[in-house]
């Protein structure tokens, strides 16, 4: 079974950067994607999608240019380096993995499918 640990959240200032890792075991998908999701305070039924990865990534508009993706096959762990941290980013931070489904938005796709890390908090101070 997939399984996902997510780490490397923290308090920092804004302007301040972080770098989240997410380690991943039991991974044996033909064809699978990744994304990065976060639960913003009074948000925590809504994740929202920051970046997906399904061969190349995409980011959402609130963290492109200041957030990147990266990965360590070796490791199997894949990493958000975060720059520029404002308290709009402040948010529970979860890697989600899973199978793609036909005709379906790699995004949709793992929240119908996909396999949760347990999370880890990002608080940005102004």
């Known amino acids: 079974e997939l399984q996902l640990l997510d780490s490397g959240g923290g308090s920092v200032q804004s302007g301040g950067s972080l770098r989240l890792s997410c380690a991943t075991s039991?991974?044996?998908?033909?064809?699978?994607?990744m994304a990065w999701f976060r639960r913003a305070p009074g948000k925590e039924h809504d994740p929202f999608p920051i970046v997906d990865l399904q061969g190349t990534a995409n980011y959402s508009a609130s963290v492109e240019g200041r957030f990147t993706l990266s990965q360590d096959y070796a490791k199997n762990t894949l990493f958000l380096q975060m720059n520029n941290l404002g308290p709009e980013d402040t948010a529970a931070y979860y890697c989600?993995?899973?199978?793609?489904?036909?005709?379906?938005?790699?995004?949709?796709?793992?929240?119908?499918?996909?396999?949760w890390g347990q999370g880890t908090q990002v608080t940005v101070s102004s």
């Open positions: 039991g991974y044996n998908y033909k064809r699978s994607g």
């Open positions: 989600v993995a899973g199978p793609c489904i036909d005709e379906m938005p790699i995004v949709q796709a793992l929240i119908v499918a996909g396999y």
